[in-house]
């Protein structure tokens, strides 16, 4: 008997928390570690205290963002966990959160870096270089992402591994 699977349910919790964790990089190690942009830099440069708190409250609501985009993916893995159709395939659950992770990477690179111009990068002499290598790693995630997902159809291990149960346990 051949049953059915849906792999839709992991792919999306993937993407959800790819593109979490991709915001959380992007904030934590851009905005506060290395310092290279914040939120609406290009608009309203930090250079006193008052412009550098209006940019940490946008980093704050961008923040929050990624939180909820995780908080989501998280619910909607659990539920996927709770379906007996849903195959557990690591392929496909790695390639969701790379292909999540580099729709983050590229459309915040298009739309705040170059349609919108709010910040950059690395703003500078260089900072078209930094915003299109930017670009580039999310498309290169995408693409990695994608390739794992088509690699992992065939997966079908059932939730819990599927496998034979070991000999000492109550299950045999």
């Not at 290279?36 to 708190?53: C, E, F, G």
Request: proline share 5%; glycine share 16%.
């Amino acid at each position: 008997m051949t049953t059915s699977t849906h792999q839709g349910a992991l792919i999306s919790a993937g993407i959800l928390l790819g593109a979490g964790m991709g915001g959380f990089v992007d904030g934590i190690l851009l905005h506060q570690i290395l310092q290279w942009h914040n939120m609406l830099s290009s608009v309203r440069p930090p250079v006193d205290l008052v412009a550098m708190k209006y940019n940490m409250v946008w980093g704050g609501l961008f923040h929050a963002f990624t939180w909820t985009a995780t908080a989501i993916g998280l619910l909607k893995l659990w539920r996927a966990g709770a379906r007996g159709d849903v195959p557990w395939s690591g392929r496909t659950f790695a390639g969701a959160l790379l292909l999540g992770w580099g729709l983050f990477t590229t459309i915040e690179g298009v739309v705040d870096h170059q349609l919108l111009g709010v910040h950059h990068v690395h703003p500078g002499a260089s900072e078209l270089a930094w915003d299109l290598g930017f670009i580039a790693l999310g498309l290169l995630l995408i693409a990695c992402g994608w390739t794992s997902i088509r690699a992992g159809r065939t997966d079908s291990t059932p939730r819990g591994g599927g496998g034979p149960a070991p000999p000492d346990s109550p299950a045999s």
